[in-house]
Each structure stands twice: as structure tokens, then as C-alpha cells.
């Protein structure tokens, strides 16, 4: 019995001893690190513990200044400086709030006519972003000012196709006032350019003889 005590004593020893006596020349196995760590990796809202920003973007080199629109949202623009497609963006907007004395359903359809326009002439691609929102606000303006006429002279049926509250004076001075003002570069009107005009001066036409603005009756 004393005996069986002694070598099981004896193998107790052995099975705890250390790796170096323990099966020698054996490696002991390194556990692999985690390829996902959620403390780390998972996706986090900014301010929620976790959250990591992204160190490895480059902030961009383009140091252009844009209007911001009346709404609060972002200005369209082309980061890259690509001139054409910052002008295409331009013209692909969708309509900001009405100006004050302009029925939105009237605002609506003066919005979308200009764009339209605006994209069908090639001119428009030689000109810059700056000068294609001072004319864009022109053109609305000249469609702006016929409903208002419409509205405010009893065209027949106006009021029926274009629903809404109308003020010449509340209109003229929302936007050749003050908008014409922040978008046509101040009072000196520095991206008012006769290049700029001619454009304009050509997409008024287009919007009086083949959309009808001097006869907005009925909605196109």
C-alpha cells in the first residue's frame, strides 16, 4: 500500500510539472487573434462608446466656396472640379422653398421649365457655376413674373391650373432683391455677364414662344 501511495505521488509530480519537463520539444499552441474585435470593428454612432473616425480618408483639395441653398441643404456641386458635371448638378436640382408672392404650384412649373431649358443649350457648359445660378434665378424670375401677371390680371382659368396666393410686390422683392442680390455676386451684379445674359436673355425666349409663359392657362 505504501508503495502504491509513493508512485502515485510520484505521478502526480510529473503530470504537474512544467512544459520544459512535461512532453519536451513540443510548442505550446498560440491562440490566433480574433479577426473580427466588435469593441473595434463593429460599426458605432458618432459619440457612442466604440465609435473610431476614418484616419485613413484624405480630406479634399478642392477649396471652391458655394451658396448654400435657402432650404439649409446642401449645394449640388461636383467635388472633383469637373466644371461640366458641377453645371449638370445645377441643373438637376430639385425646386428650393417658393419665394414669397409665387404660388408653389406656379414655382414648381417655372423650376423644372428653366432646367429643362438650360440643359437643351450647350452654351451653358461654357459658363461657370456661379454665373449659371445668377441666370437660373433670372430665367425663374421672367416665368415667375408672367404667372404672377396671369394670376393677378383674371386669366381665365388660371387660378383653376395653378392654385395659390400671389403678390407681385412680395415676389419682386424676394428674388430680384434679395436672392438676385447673394447669387449674382452683390450689388455690382459681377456674375450678371453678357455671356450670362445672352443665355438667359435666349431661354426666356424659348419659355415665352414654345412653353407658353405668357399664356400659362393650363399646366403643360
Given amino acids: 500500500m505504501k508503495r502504491f501511495t509513493l508512485l502515485l505521488l510520484c505521478g502526480l509530480a ?5 512544459p520544459d519537463q512535461f512532453e519536451r520539444g513540443v510548442r505550446p499552441i498560440t491562440p490566433r487573434a480574433p479577426t473580427f474585435q466588435p469593441h473595434q470593428d463593429a460599426p458605432h454612432d458618432i459619440g457612442q462608446p466604440g465609435h473610431r473616425g ?3 480618408v484624405r480630406r479634399g483639395t478642392d477649396r471652391r466656396q458655394f451658396q448654400p441653398r435657402r432650404d439649409g441643404q446642401p449645394q449640388m456641386m461636383a467635388s472633383d472640379g469637373d466644371r461640366e458635371r458641377a453645371i449638370r448638378l445645377l441643373l438637376t436640382e ?3 422653398p417658393a419665394y ?3 404660388a408653389d404650384s406656379a414655382h414648381q412649373r417655372c423650376w423644372k421649365d428653366v432646367l429643362g431649358i438650360f440643359r437643351q443649350d450647350s452654351r451653358i457648359f461654357s459658363l461657370s457655376s456661379e454665373e449659371v445660378r445668377c441666370i437660373r434665378l433670372l430665367a425663374y424670375y421672367h416665368c415667375g413674373a408672367r404667372h404672377l401677371d396671369a394670376a393677378e390680371s383674371g386669366h381665365p382659368g388660371f387660378l383653376q391650373a395653378f392654385p395659390g396666393k400671389y403678390d407681385s410686390d412680395k415676389f419682386e422683392f424676394a428674388v430680384m432683391d434679395r436672392a438676385a442680390r447673394k447669387l449674382c ?7 450678371m455677364t453678357d455671356r450670362a445674359l445672352e ?6 425666349r424659348v419659355g415665352d414662344d414654345v412653353l407658353g ?3 400659362p392657362s393650363a399646366p403643360n
Fill in 14 to 18: 510529473v503530470g504537474c510539472s512544467g
Fill in 100 to 102: 414669397d408672392g409665387l
Fill in 213 to 215: 409663359w405668357r399664356r
Fill in 94 to 96: 430639385d425646386a428650393p
Fill in 54 to 56: 476614418h484616419p485613413g
Fill in 185 to 191: 455676386g452683390g450689388r455690382d451684379r459681377k456674375y
Fill in 199 to 204: 443665355v438667359s436673355w435666349d431661354a426666356r
